[in-house]
């Protein structure tokens, strides 16, 4: 496969080609079952979406077309038929030319096809087709198919998301000494990694945590890192303050919910603690493999958590604040939601590897980021991270991840190649 993937690895892409592999089950199981969940919702809660739609009689000819793009979408991929050329409105003409470039070079190799297909390609498709189905109505083209189970996920863990910032409150109080800062910081890190557990992709929409489990989770999880580079990270932390005035933060977010205050958690830590002056929240700009945030999602969770948590109430303001004051930016870029690795951003959208090039610290959250950042491919599990990433080094960066595909690296060769415990 020839397209912009282009990459110098001999080592093939992860592919649902592969049978047994998650790339695999992902195609075959999880994504049709997406896809019948967002059908489900429409059918379910026809008279409350064609409600709130301006003009309901032509919303009900647009929800009968939607839900027949859907059901065809989802019987092209039970089928293995090729990826159709997307219909991308103008207002997004730059990112709709990436994509149909990505599927013409993959025509150029071989007609694309759901299985047969880089992974990356397939998954990231199916997601921006759901989006263009939507985008491409005429009353419903604003509708967040995946809105109610992110809002629902919020609700559902109003209680852990309590304990969660009443955690991360202790922790500011306590700071007595350079130990404790560093003790917290690394704490807070582990905290926003295994919140990248909660992940509606892969539970189908079900909350993932038990009322009451998650911190206790996080102390029993500490075995589980694989590979855990805190302590250097903690010393490059110490250095940017020695050799930065104006400290910034970038996190490249992943899902709503527990993932998305554990990382806010953080970034109000670096604030109040001045390790950073601002942090760049990086969102999607459209819905995005179910769970993953966008800028609708972070105000409805604030303004949730201020107006409805009590527990919260301080918390939320004080993010609102950082908001106003800009120490907290959130930024929504197009290249997040294309189907393009990470290796190839400074030639395809060099203002955006600029932009983050300007931070003293990038993290990146999830396993697709973690994969964009490996290009999806099927590295050998002692490939240096450096290699790893083919050049992309916009800024000292980390990936926080819990594994759920495949890719993998960075493992010393003492260590075998985890027997991955897929989710699915
Ligand atoms: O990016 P996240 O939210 O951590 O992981 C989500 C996800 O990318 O993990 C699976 C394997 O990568 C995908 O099929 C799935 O949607
Ligand atoms: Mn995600």
């Not at 989802?74 to 207002?91: A, D, G, H, V, W």
């Not at 998954?123 to 809002?151: G, Q, T, V």
């Not at 004051?325 to 600029?354: A, C, I, R, W």
Request: net charge negative.
């Amino acid at each position: 496969m020839t397209s912009t993937f282009g990459s110098c690895s001999p080592y093939p892409y992860l592919s649902a080609g592969v049978p047994g592999s998650f790339a695999y089950r992902t195609v075959k199981d999880r994504m049709p079952v997406i896809l019948t969940k967002v059908i489900d919702f429409l059918c379910r809660n026809k008279h409350e979406i064609l409600e709130s739609s301006t003009a309901e009689a032509g919303s009900i000819e647009d929800l009968k077309l939607i839900i027949g793009k859907l059901s065809q979408l989802r019987s092209e991929m039970q089928t293995n038929k090729t990826l159709r050329p997307l219909e991308i409105s103008s207002s997004h003409l730059r990112d709709g030319a990436k994509w149909n470039n990505e599927l013409i070079e993959a025509k150029d190799s071989s007609s694309p096809q759901w299985f047969s297909s880089p992974w990356l390609l397939v998954e990231c498709y199916m997601y921006r087709a759901i989006y263009c189905i939507f985008e491409n109505s005429i009353h419903l083209k604003r509708l967040d198919p995946f809105s109610h189970m992110k809002e629902e996920l919020i609700i559902s863990q109003k209680y852990v998301l309590s304990q969660l910032v009443a955690y991360t409150n202790d922790l500011s109080q306590t700071i007595t000494s350079a130990s404790h800062l560093q003790a917290n910081f690394m704490k807070l890190l582990e905290i926003s990694l295994w919140a990248n557990r909660n992940d509606l992709s892969l539970s189908g929409g079900n909350a993932e945590t038990k009322p009451g489990s998650f911190l206790d989770d996080v102390e029993q999880l500490s075995s589980h890192i694989l590979v855990n580079n805190a302590n250097e990270l903690w010393l490059y932390v110490e250095q940017v303050q020695k050799d930065f005035r104006n400290k910034e933060l970038g996190i490249i977010m992943d899902n709503s919910g527990l993932e998305m205050v554990a990382d806010l958690c953080l970034a109000v830590y670096c604030i109040s603690h001045q390790l950073f002056d601002r942090v760049i929240f990086y969102v999607k700009k459209i819905p995005w493999f179910v769970s993953d945030t966008t800028f609708d999602d972070l105000q409805w969770a604030l303004h949730y958590m201020e107006k409805d948590v009590p527990e919260m109430q301080c918390f939320a303001s004080k993010c609102l604040g950082y908001l106003d004051s800009q120490q907290f930016q959130v930024v929504e870029e197009g290249y997040f939601t294309l189907p393009l690795p990470y290796h190839v951003m400074n030639k395809e959208d060099p203002d955006l590897y600029n932009k983050l090039s300007q931070s003293q610290l990038l993290i990146f959250k999830g396993d697709l980021n973690y994969r964009k950042l490996g290009a999806d491919i099927d590295w050998p599990s002692t490939t240096t991270f450096e290699k790893f990433l083919q050049g992309f080094k916009p800024a000292p960066l980390v990936a926080l991840r819990t594994i759920k595909a495949e890719i993998i690296c960075d493992i010393p060769s003492t260590k075998r190649k985890p027997r991955l415990l897929s989710p699915a």
